[in-house]
Protein backbone atom coordinates (compact mmCIF):
# COMPACT_ATOMS: atom_id res chain seq x y z
CA UNK A 1 0.00 0.00 0.00
CA UNK A 2 1.41 3.23 -0.68
CA UNK A 3 2.01 5.95 2.26
CA UNK A 4 -1.37 7.58 2.92
CA UNK A 5 -0.64 10.95 2.09
CA UNK A 6 -2.62 12.24 -1.17
CA UNK A 7 -3.26 15.71 -2.25
CA UNK A 8 -6.79 15.97 -4.07
CA UNK A 9 -7.91 18.32 -6.28
CA UNK A 10 -11.17 19.49 -6.45
CA UNK A 11 -12.31 19.72 -10.44
CA UNK A 12 -16.00 21.54 -9.52
CA UNK A 13 -13.83 23.97 -7.03
CA UNK A 14 -11.59 24.56 -9.52
CA UNK A 15 -14.72 26.05 -12.20
CA UNK A 16 -16.40 27.56 -9.47
CA UNK A 17 -13.59 29.49 -8.84
CA UNK A 18 -13.48 30.21 -12.12
CA UNK A 19 -16.81 31.46 -12.32
CA UNK A 20 -16.12 34.38 -9.53
CA UNK A 21 -13.11 35.49 -11.43
CA UNK A 22 -16.02 35.64 -14.50
CA UNK A 23 -17.96 37.52 -12.26
CA UNK A 24 -15.42 40.31 -11.09
CA UNK A 25 -13.77 40.53 -14.91
CA UNK A 26 -16.91 41.85 -16.24
CA UNK A 27 -15.91 41.75 -20.13
CA UNK A 28 -12.40 41.24 -19.76
CA UNK A 29 -10.77 38.34 -21.12
CA UNK A 30 -9.50 35.70 -18.94
CA UNK A 31 -6.34 34.39 -19.30
CA UNK A 32 -5.82 31.89 -16.47
CA UNK A 33 -2.46 31.35 -14.77
CA UNK A 34 -1.05 28.02 -14.66
CA UNK A 35 2.21 28.36 -13.92
CA UNK A 36 4.65 25.86 -12.05
CA UNK A 37 2.34 23.10 -12.59
CA UNK A 38 -0.65 24.96 -11.66
CA UNK A 39 0.85 26.44 -8.25
CA UNK A 40 1.08 22.14 -7.63
CA UNK A 41 -2.29 21.52 -8.46
CA UNK A 42 -1.07 19.51 -12.18
CA UNK A 43 -0.92 20.56 -15.07
CA UNK A 44 -3.50 19.08 -17.30
CA UNK A 45 -6.16 18.06 -15.41
CA UNK A 46 -6.06 22.09 -14.23
CA UNK A 47 -6.65 22.77 -17.53
CA UNK A 48 -9.29 19.99 -18.39
CA UNK A 49 -11.18 22.28 -15.62
CA UNK A 50 -10.67 25.65 -16.95
CA UNK A 51 -11.35 24.81 -20.38
CA UNK A 52 -14.28 28.10 -20.57
CA UNK A 53 -10.96 30.39 -19.75
CA UNK A 54 -9.96 32.51 -22.63
CA UNK A 55 -6.15 31.76 -22.16
CA UNK A 56 -3.46 30.40 -20.18
CA UNK A 57 0.10 31.75 -18.81
CA UNK A 58 2.53 29.82 -17.92
CA UNK A 59 6.65 30.68 -17.78
CA UNK A 60 8.10 27.19 -18.37
CA UNK A 61 8.02 26.48 -22.36
CA UNK A 62 8.42 22.79 -21.58
CA UNK A 63 4.34 23.11 -20.08
CA UNK A 64 3.38 24.78 -23.06
CA UNK A 65 4.38 22.53 -25.61
CA UNK A 66 2.97 19.55 -23.23
CA UNK A 67 -0.59 21.37 -23.46
CA UNK A 68 -0.65 21.91 -27.01
CA UNK A 69 0.50 18.06 -27.29
CA UNK A 70 -2.28 17.69 -25.17
CA UNK A 71 -4.79 19.17 -27.83
CA UNK A 72 -4.88 22.37 -25.44
CA UNK A 73 -5.85 25.06 -28.83
CA UNK A 74 -6.20 28.54 -26.76
CA UNK A 75 -3.55 31.21 -26.76
CA UNK A 76 -0.76 30.57 -24.44
CA UNK A 77 1.37 32.70 -22.85
CA UNK A 78 5.15 32.49 -21.52
CA UNK A 79 5.01 35.22 -19.69
CA UNK A 80 8.63 35.53 -18.84
CA UNK A 81 9.27 35.32 -22.62
CA UNK A 82 11.83 32.78 -24.25
CA UNK A 83 15.31 32.69 -23.23
CA UNK A 84 17.47 32.34 -26.78
CA UNK A 85 16.73 32.18 -30.07
CA UNK A 86 15.59 28.51 -29.75
CA UNK A 87 12.98 29.38 -27.57
CA UNK A 88 11.13 31.32 -30.29
CA UNK A 89 11.59 28.90 -32.50
CA UNK A 90 9.55 26.42 -30.37
CA UNK A 91 7.04 29.50 -29.67
CA UNK A 92 6.88 29.65 -33.73
CA UNK A 93 6.57 26.26 -33.97
CA UNK A 94 3.74 25.73 -30.93
CA UNK A 95 2.18 29.09 -31.75
CA UNK A 96 2.48 30.03 -28.61
CA UNK A 97 2.29 34.24 -27.77
CA UNK A 98 5.01 35.57 -25.23
CA UNK A 99 6.06 38.22 -22.99
CA UNK A 100 8.54 40.27 -24.58
CA UNK A 101 9.68 42.67 -21.44
CA UNK A 102 13.79 43.10 -22.52
CA UNK A 103 16.15 44.60 -25.31
CA UNK A 104 17.31 41.14 -25.23
CA UNK A 105 15.02 39.71 -26.08
CA UNK A 106 14.18 41.97 -29.03
CA UNK A 107 17.30 41.80 -30.42
CA UNK A 108 16.72 38.39 -30.73
CA UNK A 109 13.36 38.03 -31.88
CA UNK A 110 14.82 40.65 -34.92
CA UNK A 111 17.76 38.15 -35.34
CA UNK A 112 14.40 35.53 -36.18
CA UNK A 113 13.31 34.10 -39.40
CA UNK A 114 9.58 33.40 -37.48
CA UNK A 115 7.19 31.67 -40.08
CA UNK A 116 4.26 32.54 -38.58
CA UNK A 117 3.01 35.84 -36.73
CA UNK A 118 3.97 36.12 -33.33
CA UNK A 119 1.70 36.99 -30.50
CA UNK A 120 3.35 39.64 -28.15
CA UNK A 121 2.52 41.41 -24.82
CA UNK A 122 4.89 44.02 -24.08
CA UNK A 123 5.71 44.42 -20.68
CA UNK A 124 6.44 47.95 -19.24
CA UNK A 125 8.07 48.25 -15.59
CA UNK A 126 5.71 50.70 -14.07
CA UNK A 127 7.48 50.87 -10.35
CA UNK A 128 7.48 47.17 -9.47
CA UNK A 129 11.12 47.04 -11.15
CA UNK A 130 11.58 43.23 -11.77
CA UNK A 131 10.67 42.76 -15.37
CA UNK A 132 9.63 45.50 -18.07
CA UNK A 133 11.05 48.14 -20.40
CA UNK A 134 10.86 51.72 -18.94
CA UNK A 135 8.36 54.11 -20.09
CA UNK A 136 11.42 55.23 -22.41
CA UNK A 137 12.57 52.16 -23.84
CA UNK A 138 8.65 50.74 -23.75
CA UNK A 139 8.18 53.44 -27.16
CA UNK A 140 11.14 52.61 -29.13
CA UNK A 141 10.08 48.85 -28.43
CA UNK A 142 7.05 48.90 -29.68
CA UNK A 143 7.53 51.01 -32.57
CA UNK A 144 10.02 48.27 -33.61
CA UNK A 145 7.34 45.51 -33.20
CA UNK A 146 4.67 47.42 -34.72
CA UNK A 147 6.49 47.42 -38.01
CA UNK A 148 8.02 44.22 -37.82
CA UNK A 149 6.53 41.64 -40.66
CA UNK A 150 5.98 38.82 -38.31
CA UNK A 151 4.61 40.38 -35.05
CA UNK A 152 0.90 40.02 -34.61
CA UNK A 153 -1.48 41.24 -32.03
CA UNK A 154 0.50 43.49 -29.43
CA UNK A 155 -0.61 43.64 -26.15
CA UNK A 156 0.31 45.95 -23.40
CA UNK A 157 1.31 44.84 -19.76
CA UNK A 158 2.16 45.44 -16.28
CA UNK A 159 2.11 43.29 -13.23
CA UNK A 160 1.10 45.13 -9.46
CA UNK A 161 3.84 44.94 -6.74
CA UNK A 162 1.08 45.52 -3.97
CA UNK A 163 -2.53 44.85 -4.97
CA UNK A 164 -2.81 42.48 -1.84
CA UNK A 165 -2.69 45.09 0.61
CA UNK A 166 -5.49 47.73 1.27
CA UNK A 167 -2.66 49.93 2.95
CA UNK A 168 -0.97 50.18 -0.50
CA UNK A 169 -3.76 51.54 -2.29
CA UNK A 170 -0.87 54.68 -3.17
CA UNK A 171 1.25 52.32 -4.90
CA UNK A 172 -1.43 51.05 -7.45
CA UNK A 173 -2.20 54.19 -8.31
CA UNK A 174 0.88 55.18 -9.20
CA UNK A 175 1.32 52.11 -11.44
CA UNK A 176 -1.67 53.06 -13.01
CA UNK A 177 -1.28 56.40 -13.81
CA UNK A 178 2.85 55.37 -15.49
CA UNK A 179 1.03 52.22 -17.91
CA UNK A 180 -1.42 55.21 -18.84
CA UNK A 181 1.31 57.32 -20.44
CA UNK A 182 1.84 54.01 -22.73
CA UNK A 183 -1.52 53.08 -22.88
CA UNK A 184 -2.47 56.77 -24.20
CA UNK A 185 0.16 57.16 -26.83
CA UNK A 186 0.01 53.46 -28.19
CA UNK A 187 -4.14 52.47 -28.16
CA UNK A 188 -3.25 48.74 -27.83
CA UNK A 189 -5.22 45.82 -25.40
CA UNK A 190 -4.02 46.04 -22.54
CA UNK A 191 -3.55 43.25 -19.23
CA UNK A 192 -2.78 44.44 -15.91
CA UNK A 193 -4.32 42.49 -12.89
CA UNK A 194 -3.75 39.83 -10.79
CA UNK A 195 -6.11 37.52 -8.84
CA UNK A 196 -5.84 40.66 -5.97
CA UNK A 197 -6.18 43.68 -8.03
CA UNK A 198 -9.33 41.74 -10.10
CA UNK A 199 -10.66 41.52 -6.87
CA UNK A 200 -10.01 45.54 -5.13
CA UNK A 201 -9.55 47.49 -8.32
CA UNK A 202 -11.81 47.30 -11.21
CA UNK A 203 -10.38 49.91 -12.77
CA UNK A 204 -7.36 48.01 -13.85
CA UNK A 205 -10.01 44.94 -15.40
CA UNK A 206 -8.81 46.49 -19.03
CA UNK A 207 -8.68 43.64 -21.51
CA UNK A 208 -7.54 40.34 -20.07
CA UNK A 209 -6.91 39.59 -16.56
CA UNK A 210 -4.34 37.29 -15.46
CA UNK A 211 -5.80 35.16 -12.41
CA UNK A 212 -3.58 32.69 -10.70
CA UNK A 213 -4.42 32.35 -7.29
CA UNK A 214 -7.67 32.64 -7.10
CA UNK A 215 -8.40 29.84 -9.66
CA UNK A 216 -7.03 27.60 -6.72
CA UNK A 217 -9.22 28.85 -4.15
CA UNK A 218 -7.07 30.79 -1.86
CA UNK A 219 -7.27 34.33 -0.57
CA UNK A 220 -5.32 36.98 -2.84
CA UNK A 221 -6.11 39.61 -0.32
CA UNK A 222 -4.77 40.95 3.17
CA UNK A 223 -8.02 41.91 4.88
CA UNK A 224 -10.26 39.07 3.37
CA UNK A 225 -10.54 35.04 4.10
CA UNK A 226 -11.32 32.90 0.76
CA UNK A 227 -14.65 32.20 2.39
CA UNK A 228 -15.30 35.81 2.57
CA UNK A 229 -14.63 36.05 -1.54
CA UNK A 230 -16.90 33.08 -2.06
CA UNK A 231 -13.39 31.00 -3.03
CA UNK A 232 -13.50 27.11 -2.72
CA UNK A 233 -10.16 25.33 -2.16
CA UNK A 234 -9.24 23.46 -4.56
CA UNK A 235 -6.41 21.41 -3.25
CA UNK A 236 -6.87 19.55 -0.31
CA UNK A 237 -4.18 17.75 1.25
CA UNK A 238 -4.65 14.85 3.30
CA UNK A 239 -2.47 12.04 5.23
CA UNK A 240 -3.16 9.55 8.13
CA UNK A 241 -2.25 8.53 11.80
CA UNK A 242 0.45 6.11 11.52
CA UNK A 243 1.32 5.69 15.25
CA UNK A 244 0.53 6.99 18.55
CA UNK A 245 2.76 7.85 21.61
CA UNK A 246 1.86 8.88 25.16
CA UNK A 247 3.93 11.41 26.87
CA UNK A 248 4.64 11.82 30.92
CA UNK A 249 4.90 15.22 31.94
CA UNK A 250 8.55 16.52 30.34
CA UNK A 251 8.89 13.71 27.72
CA UNK A 252 10.09 15.50 24.32
CA UNK A 253 9.34 14.76 21.23
CA UNK A 254 11.47 15.06 17.58
CA UNK A 255 14.34 16.00 16.45
CA UNK A 256 16.34 18.71 18.87
CA UNK A 257 13.78 17.92 21.49
CA UNK A 258 12.32 20.91 21.45
CA UNK A 259 8.94 20.38 22.47
CA UNK A 260 8.43 18.84 25.73
CA UNK A 261 4.90 17.79 27.81
CA UNK A 262 3.63 20.23 30.27
CA UNK A 263 1.11 17.19 31.40
CA UNK A 264 0.22 13.69 30.37
CA UNK A 265 -0.29 13.66 26.44
CA UNK A 266 -1.50 11.58 23.47
CA UNK A 267 0.76 12.23 20.19
CA UNK A 268 -0.44 11.35 16.88
CA UNK A 269 2.51 10.78 14.27
CA UNK A 270 1.23 11.82 10.50
CA UNK A 271 2.80 10.78 7.76
CA UNK A 272 3.75 13.97 6.24
CA UNK A 273 6.61 15.95 6.18
CA UNK A 274 8.81 18.76 4.68
CA UNK A 275 10.11 16.00 1.93
CA UNK A 276 5.71 16.36 0.95
CA UNK A 277 5.91 19.96 0.93
CA UNK A 278 5.07 20.33 5.04
CA UNK A 279 6.68 23.65 5.85
CA UNK A 280 9.79 22.62 8.04
CA UNK A 281 9.31 26.19 9.29
CA UNK A 282 6.22 25.56 10.86
CA UNK A 283 6.46 25.93 14.53
CA UNK A 284 4.52 24.10 17.33
CA UNK A 285 0.65 25.23 17.42
CA UNK A 286 -0.10 25.11 13.61
CA UNK A 287 -3.23 24.16 12.84
CA UNK A 288 -4.24 20.92 11.68
CA UNK A 289 -7.89 18.69 11.51
CA UNK A 290 -7.99 15.49 12.68
CA UNK A 291 -10.93 13.72 12.30
CA UNK A 292 -12.40 16.76 11.33
CA UNK A 293 -11.33 18.27 15.15
CA UNK A 294 -8.89 21.25 15.03
CA UNK A 295 -5.68 20.88 16.74
CA UNK A 296 -2.38 21.81 16.44
CA UNK A 297 0.88 20.62 15.40
CA UNK A 298 3.64 19.74 17.91
CA UNK A 299 7.24 19.86 18.24
CA UNK A 300 9.93 19.71 14.60
CA UNK A 301 8.77 18.64 11.73
CA UNK A 302 10.93 16.34 9.61
CA UNK A 303 11.24 14.80 6.41
CA UNK A 304 8.48 12.38 6.38
CA UNK A 305 6.07 12.88 9.91
CA UNK A 306 5.01 15.33 11.92
CA UNK A 307 3.63 15.43 15.26
CA UNK A 308 -0.07 16.38 16.29
CA UNK A 309 -1.78 16.58 20.25
CA UNK A 310 -4.29 14.50 20.41
CA UNK A 311 -4.42 15.08 24.16
CA UNK A 312 -8.41 16.50 23.61
CA UNK A 313 -9.39 14.03 20.46
CA UNK A 314 -9.42 11.07 22.59
CA UNK A 315 -11.47 8.99 19.55
CA UNK A 316 -8.21 9.30 17.04
CA UNK A 317 -5.70 6.64 16.46
CA UNK A 318 -3.92 4.96 14.16
CA UNK A 319 -5.94 5.54 10.63
CA UNK A 320 -7.55 8.48 11.63
CA UNK A 321 -7.29 10.99 8.57
CA UNK A 322 -5.47 14.34 9.01
CA UNK A 323 -6.12 17.34 6.93
CA UNK A 324 -2.86 19.26 6.05
CA UNK A 325 -4.67 22.11 4.69
CA UNK A 326 -7.40 22.46 2.19
CA UNK A 327 -11.79 21.97 3.18
CA UNK A 328 -11.77 23.09 6.71
CA UNK A 329 -8.79 24.62 6.98
CA UNK A 330 -7.76 27.08 5.10
CA UNK A 331 -4.35 26.99 3.50
CA UNK A 332 -3.57 30.48 4.73
CA UNK A 333 -3.53 29.83 8.43
CA UNK A 334 -1.11 27.27 7.84
CA UNK A 335 0.73 29.52 5.44
CA UNK A 336 0.78 32.35 7.56
CA UNK A 337 1.34 30.60 10.68
CA UNK A 338 4.69 29.14 9.22
CA UNK A 339 5.46 32.35 8.05
CA UNK A 340 4.87 31.97 4.64
CA UNK A 341 1.94 32.50 1.59
CA UNK A 342 -0.20 29.96 0.31
CA UNK A 343 1.44 30.64 -2.91
CA UNK A 344 4.45 28.56 -1.79
CA UNK A 345 2.97 25.80 -0.15
CA UNK A 346 1.11 25.42 -2.99
CA UNK A 347 4.07 24.98 -5.28
CA UNK A 348 6.36 22.92 -2.69
CA UNK A 349 3.89 20.46 -2.82
CA UNK A 350 6.69 17.51 -3.52
CA UNK A 351 6.33 15.73 -6.91
CA UNK A 352 6.19 12.08 -4.44
CA UNK A 353 2.68 13.32 -2.93
CA UNK A 354 0.18 11.43 -5.58
CA UNK A 355 -2.76 13.74 -6.59
CA UNK A 356 -5.64 12.60 -7.26
CA UNK A 357 -8.84 14.66 -8.91
CA UNK A 358 -12.31 14.56 -7.50
CA UNK A 359 -15.34 15.45 -9.53
CA UNK A 360 -17.88 15.63 -6.33
CA UNK A 361 -17.74 17.74 -3.85
CA UNK A 362 -18.61 15.61 -0.86
CA UNK A 363 -15.84 12.65 -1.60
C1 LIG B 1 1.88 34.70 -11.38
C2 LIG B 1 1.42 35.86 -12.16
C3 LIG B 1 0.07 36.25 -12.12
C4 LIG B 1 -0.96 35.61 -11.21
O1 LIG B 1 -0.87 36.17 -9.94
P1 LIG B 1 -1.86 35.76 -8.74
O2 LIG B 1 -1.46 36.62 -7.62
O3 LIG B 1 -1.61 34.32 -8.47
O4 LIG B 1 -3.23 36.00 -9.26
C5 LIG B 1 -0.33 37.29 -12.95
N1 LIG B 1 0.57 37.92 -13.74
C6 LIG B 1 1.87 37.59 -13.78
C7 LIG B 1 2.80 38.34 -14.65
C8 LIG B 1 2.34 36.55 -12.99
O5 LIG B 1 3.64 36.24 -13.01
Not at 41 to 65: M, N, P, R
Not at 210 to 236: C, F, Q
Request: proline share 4%; net charge neutral.
Amino acid sequence: MPRPIRALIDFLALQHNLSIVRKHARNAQIMAVIKANAYGHGLLSTVSALKSADAFAVLELEAAVRLREAGVDHPILLLEGYFSTEDLVVADQYRLSTVIHHKEQLVMLLASKLKNKLNVFVKINTGMNRLGFTLGDAVAALNTLRSHPTIGNITLMTHFACADDPLQKIEIIEQIECFSVIQKKFHLPCSMANSAAILRYPETLADWVRPGIMLYGASPLLDKTAAELDLRPVMTVTSKIIAIQHLALKDKVGYGGHFQADRPMRIGIVACGYADGYPRHAPTGTPILVDGQRTRIVGRVSMDMLTVDLTSIEHANVGSIVILWGKGLPIEEVAESAGTISYELFCALSSRVETQTIMNENQ
